[in-house]
């Protein structure tokens, strides 16, 4: 281990900054956000840094001089001259004073890593100047994975020291207690924002109450394609004990949970209902109810003809913790990876969704007002219906030209993409099978379909 990480506090300490160019602004930029007062040296300055000094900070129009060097904390080079960095190093060790010189490791008695900021959270990265880009990659992936509100969950734990340390009175009971709190449902109210509930919780954990307290996640996996499931969704699928799920999740989404996890499928097929609602409904009470870390699974965003809203109200009644993870409705995902935006300056002005499914062959959604030629339609669950469909846009007064897809196992390897109008679509879909969930987008963005379209796999196709 070439260098050993440290963390400088310099709030209010000066950094004799060397150079004012674009790089010399990085660095001030990190400087500042760690509250440290700025003595800038160099014959010129860019806007950016300009930008950046307040009245705290000191400029010196000039070349660099031994004497900067005087009541400083920090160095920082970085400049064109390798003379100077040079010069520099070696006062700075005659002192004893840290420097970094950019790209000079060599000259280096510190070097700034890619840092992860989650205040008082500080992730630093380092390839010992070796990798700066592969430093910065991890920093990406870290910065992925790591909620934006860790910060919020340190500074929380921080204000429970005192309370900790009079209730538990062996440093081991402590550190088990924290080892707990943070992995616990007080963390994940912290996450959310719920520092009342946190509180709760975390007073529970501290007076030693036995009782597990159970919430449910109600998440939208998104349209099938894994990558497009988003950061929220992942981690508390992998904290999740048991997992509920419909036909609409994909397998590859499925397997991202814990090995562990119970996995409950609770799917309905067209006409096919495995598991009547109001029994999902109680699942989910009685499993949170139990004290497990439930996860709810739906295909596309569970707000949008997902019925999420009535799973969550027996939950609501009953005093049980939920929460709602959005995820990417089927139209979008659809829409984007067949090629035709929803809405578009030259051909549509506004979307509407509507549900296109028939109940006693009696449509369940008048389409009346669905006229307008500069509206794109979505409809869901319309397959089945698709003559039904179509007949009530011609008489809402759709013109038989207009563009219609149908866009089956979108966003999948699988995917289908159906191309035809109003007056041959229902001749053109007889002549496939439709047994994957299928979306159908009716408007004239369709006809950007084959300019846009940019998905291609080796099973995908596309009929016209």
Known sequence: MEYLPLAFKVEASTVLLVGAGPVA??????????????????????SELKDLLTPQDSYFARKVEEGDLEGKQLIVAATSDHEVHVWLAR?????????????????????????????????????SGQSPVLAR???KRLEAWLPGNYGALARFVGALRDRVKAALNTENERRLYYETLVESEAAEAVLNGNFDQAERFAEDLLVGSDRRNGDVALIGAGPGDPDLLTFKALRLLQRAD???YDRLVSQEILDLARRDAQRLYVGKARDQHAVAQDDINRTLLELAQHGHKVVRLKGGDPFIFGRGGEELELLAEHGVPFQVVPGITSASGAASYAGIPLTHRDYAQSVRFVPGYLKQDTPVMSLADCGAEDETLVVYMGIKALNSVVRRLLEAGRAPLTPIALVQNATLPA??????TLSDIAVKAQQHTWDGPTLILVGQVIK??????WFHQPDLEVIT
Not at 96 to 107: A, G, M, Q, R, T
Not at 448 to 453: D, G, I, V
Request: glycine share 2%.
């Open 91 to 127: 006062l700075a060790k005659e002192r004893n004073l840290p420097i970094n010189v950019v790209d000079e490791p060599e000259l280096c008695s510190f070097i700034f890593p890619a840092i992860v900021d989650r205040n008082p959270v500080i992730i630093g990265i380092s390839s």
């Open 415 to 420: 995917q289908r993409v159906l191309v035809g």
């Open 137 to 139: 990659l991890l920093r």
């Open 25 to 46: 602004a990085r660095k001030a930029r990190l400087l500042k956000r760690a509250s440290a007062h700025l003595c800038v040296v160099a014959p010129d300055m860019c």
């Open 448 to 453: 950007l379909h084959q300019k846009l379209s």
């Open 242 to 244: 048991v997992v509920l």
